[in-house]
């Protein structure tokens, strides 16, 4: 089986995100696995890595959430379905990889945590609608405990 992959910035993996509004009511878990796009992965001093991720949803934005719609061709790059999704880009989970809500599509095997990576340049307009939305304070960081 392969290893887990290294968590780069545009990789999109299988995890069990959690929403802001389910962390605010004291859940500890997400409701579901989902595909996330890691948005930054950054080594600690201490030896660790700190992902951020944020969540791909079917569900359309809707009162102004900002979100960047994925296109068709790179959802089925990706193995995805057909259906439109989304990009959210008003919260984020934080985690220490590789953490425990990754998680694997094939029993046993680490390298199925990932779909793969999105386009460069899709990733890079994605990463400055974030950066963007972060400047006007208009997203929001769950940190992900051990």
């Not at 887990?4 to 389910?22: C, D, F, M």
Request: charged share 25%; hydrophobic share 40%.
């Amino acid at each position: 089986m392969a290893p887990l992959p290294k968590p780069v910035p545009g990789l999109v993996i299988r995890y069990s995100y959690l929403w802001a509004n389910e962390h605010d009511a004291g859940r500890e878990e997400g409701r579901k696995d989902r595909p996330c796009a890691i948005i930054v992965s950054v080594e600690t001093d201490e030896g660790t890595t700190s992902v951020v991720v944020l969540p791909i949803s079917h569900s359309p934005p809707a009162g102004g959430v900002p979100a960047i719609e994925i296109p068709l061709d790179t959802k089925r790059r990706l193995g995805l379905d057909d259906e439109r999704s989304w990009v959210v880009l008003s919260e984020a989970n934080q985690f220490v990889w590789p953490g425990f809500d990754l998680r694997f599509s094939k029993p046993g095997d680490a390298s199925s945590v990932a779909y793969g990576e999105m386009p460069a340049n899709f990733f890079r307009d994605l990463r400055a609608a974030f950066v963007k939305v972060l400047r006007e304070k208009r997203a929001r960081l769950v940190s992900r405990t051990q």
